[in-house]
């Protein structure tokens, strides 16, 4: 069962701007991830930000969660072209037990 | 390279046949799991191994089925291959188990069944 979705599906930018990506999940989580897979290679994991927090920062990246919405969002600074890629959020499933990705969000950032 | 090592990168067989991916977790992890993406099906859960135990089963084919050794690497074995099961095969690896840790994800192999 697929826990959390992005919003939007695709997302393009010029080089400097900033990008926001939301997900959005249905039950309780104690945790959720974020990360970011180049065109057909692995997922790289970016940030996990447990319940109890409300914003989590690394480099360029912002997390925030509300849980009151169960919701998520990813906010990348000054965007270059290399952050080019697909972003996907993944929840715990219902057992708690494996991480579940939503469909992703497919980010173009234009020179 | 992110310690998630999976072989082959590129897989081209035919209908019927049967393949086994292999996967060698990241140094010190236990947990292994096997994810499958596709276009129009996303990166969909396998099946989960924890220092040699199953854990947990998700969308897996009974054509499909998977072991971890007690050298901790894992093999996901595809039987009677339908052209359906085109996909990108990840593996991917983490400190404990439950959903509590991140993944370390492998580069993945690409199957294409013709």
């Known amino acids: 069962s697929q826990q959390g979705e992005e919003d939007p599906q695709a997302l393009s930018i010029q080089e400097g701007e900033n990008a926001t990506m939301n997900c959005s999940y249905k039950?309780?989580?104690?945790?959720l991830q974020w990360y970011r897979q180049n065109s057909g290679r692995g997922l790289v994991h970016l940030i996990l930000?447990?319940?109890?927090?409300r914003e989590k920062h690394s480099g360029r990246l912002r997390v925030t969660l509300d849980t009151s919405k169960k919701s998520s969002s990813l906010l990348i600074t000054a965007s270059r072209a290399a952050d080019t890629a697909s972003y996907f959020c993944?929840?715990?499933?219902?057992?708690?037990?494996?991480?579940?990705f939503g469909p992703g969000t497919r980010l173009s950032v234009l020179p | 390279d992110s310690g998630v090592t999976q072989t082959p990168k590129h897989l081209i067989t035919a209908t019927g046949q049967r393949v086994t991916l292999r996967c060698s977790p990241r140094?010190?992890?236990?947990?292994v799991y096997w994810y499958q993406q596709s276009l129009d099906q996303g990166l969909q859960f396998l099946i989960h191994?924890?220092?040699?135990?199953?854990?947990a089963k998700g969308n897996i084919l009974e054509r499909f089925s998977a072991q971890q050794f007690p050298d901790l690497h894992s093999e996901l074995n595809l039987s009677s291959l339908e052209l359906g099961d085109s996909a990108l095969y990840f593996c991917?690896?983490?400190?404990?188990?439950?959903?509590?840790?991140?993944?370390?994800f492998g580069s993945g192999t690409r199957l294409t069944v013709v």
């Open positions: 191994y924890y220092n040699g135990e199953e854990r």
């Open positions: 993944a929840t715990p499933d219902n057992y708690g037990q494996n991480f579940v």
């Open positions: 039950t309780s989580i104690n945790n």
């Open positions: 140094s010190g992890d236990l947990s």
């Open positions: 930000i447990r319940s109890n927090e």
């Open positions: 991917a690896s983490s400190t404990g188990s439950g959903g509590l840790y991140g993944y370390t």
